[in-house]
């Protein structure tokens, strides 16, 4: 059940990332991968961040966790910046914040069995007794719909979506408050990405886990989802709850993104009005003045091109960024 505590308020959270560009790397250059991110993530709920690939959602995710420090901002944790934290500041937190990836060869050491996979977390943090530490394991499988006896097996002798369920236990094994899934289920067969979707579900209520999830699959989105996140070019164009998003999308952008979505009802269906995006996303090395949509936008106005859209609630608990949305 959602809350009404945010769990992690986000404010004006930035990501830039240096890089050497030209054959001999002679010319430098900033990546804007993630620029003022201003949003709270509410106990309990899952939000989902959306938007094509590059516009930032994984770097958001990695920010959050300081898994990058952030550049700028705050990322406020049981009322402290985490942002500014060391690694030495953020081990006792790290239990509380966790992350799944795609690919879970990316968490899961080929020479580890299953159980140290998943009892690594446990010794680290000193949750139990060495004693105790087998019962532990087993209780963690068997919560992600293993049998106990996977904790001899190793990563290669496991399905995809097995090796899923491993990376989740591992995830779990420090009793987080909060787990960024990035792309989590992106890489499985769709029939296998419903079980560990419901699975995710599943833990959520029992464990009362809050989830960041980022996803380009919509469908899946809108399935899951309290709330709802539009990111395009590293900055947030919109965020509501689902319902918002979905059915009263107000950013440009995340009307074209929603008008892809296929709907259910064959008489909307038919009725549905495709709005193609023309061009590509401009580089974030560069990206365009003013509103960095602009350059795609059906609707942009001369004031796009140089004033960057002030990021408000245009009603109540519903965020936008476009000049064009009534105040
Ligand atoms: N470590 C890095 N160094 C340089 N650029 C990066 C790094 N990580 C991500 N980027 C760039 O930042 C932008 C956002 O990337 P990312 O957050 O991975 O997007 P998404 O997850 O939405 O696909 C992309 O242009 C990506 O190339
Ligand atoms: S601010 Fe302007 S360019 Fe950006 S989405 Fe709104 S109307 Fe389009
Ligand atoms: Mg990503």
């Known amino acids: 059940m959602m809350g009404a505590e945010p769990l992690l308020r986000i404010e004006g959270l930035k990501k830039h990332f240096p890089v ?34 590059g516009c930032g959602k994984s770097t958001t995710g990695f920010a959050i966790l300081n898994l990058h420090r952030p550049t700028a901002g705050q990322v406020i944790y049981r009322g402290e910046n985490i942002a500014i934290f060391d690694e030495r500041q953020m081990r006792p937190i790290r239990r509380d914040l966790q992350i799944v990836f795609q690919d879970p060869y990316s968490t899961l050491n080929p020479r580890m069995t299953v159980g140290e996979a998943v009892g690594e977390p446990i010794l680290f943090h000193k949750l139990c007794s060495k004693a105790e530490l087998p019962g532990r394991i087993e209780r963690l499988l068997g919560d992600v719909g293993l049998p106990g006896r996977f904790a001899q097996r190793y990563p290669h002798e496991l399905s995809g979506g097995q090796r899923q369920r491993v990376a989740i236990a591992r995830a779990l094994a420090c009793e987080p408050k909060f787990i960024v899934c990035d792309e989590a289920i992106s890489a499985l067969d769709v029939s296998i990405q419903a079980q560990i979707i419901n699975l995710l579900l ?65 008489v909307a269906e038919r009725s549905r009005q495709r709005q193609i995006l023309q061009g590509d996303v401009p580089s974030p090395l560069a990206p365009p003045a003013g509103c960095r949509f602009h350059t795609r936008c059906p609707i942009a106005m001369e004031q796009c091109r140089s004033v960057v859209p002030e990021w408000r609630e245009h009603e109540a608990g519903h965020f936008v960024a476009c000049h064009a949305v009534p105040a």
């Open 20 to 53: 050497r560009l030209g054959a001999f790397g002679e010319r430098s250059a900033v990546v804007q991968a993630l620029d003022d991110a201003t949003f709270e993530i509410i106990e309990g709920e899952t939000l989902s961040l959306v938007g094509e690939s």
């Open 202 to 266: 599943d833990l959520q209520e029992k464990y009362g886990l809050t989830y960041l999830f980022i996803a380009h699959h919509l469908a899946v989105v809108r399935h899951i989802s309290d709330r709802v996140g539009v990111m395009y070019l590293g900055r947030l164009a919109e965020l509501g709850s689902r319902d918002q998003v979905f059915g009263a999308p107000l950013h440009p952008y995340t009307k074209a993104l929603m008008s892809a979505v296929p709907e259910a009802d064959p």
